[in-house]
């Protein structure tokens, strides 16, 4: 994957941070999914007065894509705070059923490391 794509990724995903619903956390999250049409599928965070009904970003751009007929991956990248972000458990293990196995983490002043889902979800789980 080559730098200007996954710099195009990490802008869409600060992107739609910006429409990210958090008024509890005010923690506004941005995923960019990186379907293998080449397409990108964007999700953000949305949180609901009744805390348990939120719904995580990254697991936001899967249903979208999916929705879209996308089901194959390349790369999503995160956006979120100062410090990196991490996908939560839930949606490690929504990410693992459609094997996006390269996770973006960015931090706001630009800089991102690239890490495998397998490195933070060793042993997901499958029916
Ligand atoms: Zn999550």
Avoid: H, W
């Avoid at 794509?5 to 941005?30: C, H, K, W």
């Avoid at 965070?45 to 936001?60: F, I, K, M």
Wanted: proline share 3%; hydrophobic share 45%.
């Amino acid at each position: 994957m080559d730098k200007a794509r996954i710099d195009e990724l990490i802008a869409a995903a600060f992107e739609v941070r910006e429409n990210a619903y958090a008024p509890y956390s005010e923690f506004t999250v941005g995923a960019a999914l990186l379907g293998m049409d080449g397409r990108i599928y964007a999700g953000c965070n949305v949180e609901n007065g009744s805390y348990g009904l939120t719904s995580c970003a990254e697991r936001n751009a899967v249903f979208a894509a999916v929705a879209e007929g996308c089901r194959n991956f390349a790369a999503i990248a995160l956006a979120g705070g100062r410090d990196f972000i991490v996908p939560c458990g839930a949606c490690r293990q929504i990410l693992s059923e459609f094997n996006v196995n390269r996770v973006i983490l960015t931090k706001r002043d630009g800089s991102y490391k690239v890490v495998a889902l397998k490195d933070l979800l060793p042993y997901p789980f499958s029916l």
